[in-house]
C-alpha cells in the first residue's frame, strides 16, 4: 500500500536510506542508553541478567535468522528484530512503574523483555 500510494521522491534510495538510518538510530539510542545505565538503575544482579539475556538471545537468533529472512524478507525482518529492543525498553518501563526491586514479577519482565 505505502509502495503504490507514497510520492515518487521517498521511493528514492537515499530517502530509504535516510529513513533506515533514523530508525537505527533511534532504536540503539534507546537500548544503549539502558544498557550504559543498567548497573545503577536495576542494580548489579539484575542489570548482568538482563544483558546476558539480551546477547544470549542475539546469539540464537544469528543461527536461524538467514531462514527468517527469507521466508518474511528484509522488512519483516528488521520490524520483528525491532520489536525485541521495543520490548526491553518497555519491561525497563514497567519495572519503574511498578516499584523495581520491590516487585518480584518486575524483574522476570525486564529479564524476558531483555530476551
Not at 37 to 59: E, H, M, P, Q, R
Not at 76 to 102: D, H, Q, R, T
Amino acid at each position: 500500500f505505502i509502495a503504490t500510494h507514497s510520492p515518487s521522491w521517498y521511493r528514492t534510495p537515499v530517502v530509504q536510506t535516510a529513513a533506515l538510518g533514523v530508525v537505527f538510530f533511534f532504536v540503539f539510542a534507546a537500548y544503549t542508553t539502558i544498557q550504559f545505565y543498567a548497573a545503577s538503575i536495576y542494580g548489579s544482579n539484575l542489570a548482568s541478567d538482563s544483558v546476558s539475556a539480551v546477547y544470549f538471545t542475539f546469539t540464537l537468533t544469528c543461527l536461524v535468522a538467514p531462514g527468517i529472512i527469507n521466508k518474511w524478507g528484509c522488512r519483516m525482518a528488521m520490524f520483528i528484530g525491532v520489536l525485541g529492543y521495543a520490548s526491553l525498553v518497555l519491561a525497563s518501563l514497567i519495572y519503574f512503574l511498578c516499584g523495581g526491586e520491590e516487585v518480584r514479577w518486575a524483574r522476570r519482565l525486564v529479564v524476558w523483555g531483555g530476551a
